[in-house]
């Protein structure tokens, strides 16, 4: 990192171009508007001071065309601010279907991160060039807010609820991940980096761990480990609980009559409220498994649940070339 002054921070996602052409037409609507005003208060202020020999006499009430200019300029820069801001949140807001997912925990004062394969890193985050990231958020404790200003994206991460982020990283470097919501004594320490790595150094810098388990291996370790499947097994009427094969992404007919489709929310929510959602056909037997197992188990069991839905696989696994050999 270099430390040149900078108005700016670097441009160093697909977004930020984006963000930043938005902002300056922002900044050069306000400016131009902020200074003919300030400029024209202070022309009048002195052409019509206390004593001076200005004309004073009245000689047209009405200008037609400076009223309407003056009400359909400002409609138009407005909706075109309006119109743009809503398309750039719109695309910022909905990760590409090829984007890979990383998990991050946050609490006061880290974050927490797990790659797909596995690998955990704390306060530091390792991304390919080029590839479009996912990150799922969630805290353990306070609200905390996820920004990287390199890539233009902050977002708030909730206890209780998953948020995400995603970006696509288009320069390799190291860049600063704050946390922007304050969140206690430590707040401002609550910092991090984010390694942006060519492809194949990545690969490298993934396959140089230890070779643990991947967030789905990990997840079934769990889901043996708490007994999950000695209700959740096979199907069918003799189980006592409903069949997690093929349940993430479809649809859940619920014993008041309702439908939803199983998601993350839906699951984590079953597994530390079952009685909440109870699936039709079912009794509200499930004991909860609140404080049991923290955040990062319960991503872990969503992405056991995600790897036996088969039409979840390419989202779950993003693709990987093969490992080199040496
Ligand atoms: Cu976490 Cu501020």
Partial sequence: MDHD???????????????????????????VISITIAGLIVFYAIK??????????VKQTHFLLMEVSWIVVPFLLTM??????????????????????????ARQWMWKFQQPQGKSETN????????????????????HSFYVPAFRIKQDVLPGRYTHAWFRPTKPG????????????????????????????????????????TTAEAGHELFVQLRCNSCHQGGGAASRGPALENLFGHEVKLADGSTLIADEAYLRESILKPVAKVVAGYQPIMPSYDGQIGEEGILQLIAEIRSLSKADQPQAEPEQPPPEEP
Avoid at 5 to 14: C, G, H, I, T
Avoid at 124 to 143: F, M, N, T
């Fill in 124 to 143: 530091e985050l390792h991304v390919p060039l080029g590839q479009a990231v996912k990150v799922r958020l969630i805290s353990e404790d306070v609200i």
């Fill in 48 to 57: 019509y001071r206390r004593g001076s020999p200005a004309d004073r006499t």
């Fill in 80 to 105: 075109v601010m309006f119109f743009w801001g809503a398309r750039l949140y719109f695309h910022q807001t909905r990760p590409p279907s090829d984007a890979m997912e990383i998990n991050c925990v």
């Fill in 174 to 213: 190291i860049y600063h991940l704050f946390c922007a919501e304050y969140c206690g004594a430590k707040h401002s320490g609550m910092i991090g980096s984010v390694h942006v790595l060519e492809p194949r150094a990545y690969q490298a810098w993934l396959s140089g761990a230890s070779q643990g388990l």
């Fill in 5 to 31: 002054f900078r108005l700016m921070p670097e441009q160093a996602s697909s977004l930020a171009g984006e963000v930043d052409a938005l902002y300056g037409f922002l900044l050069v609507v306000s400016g």
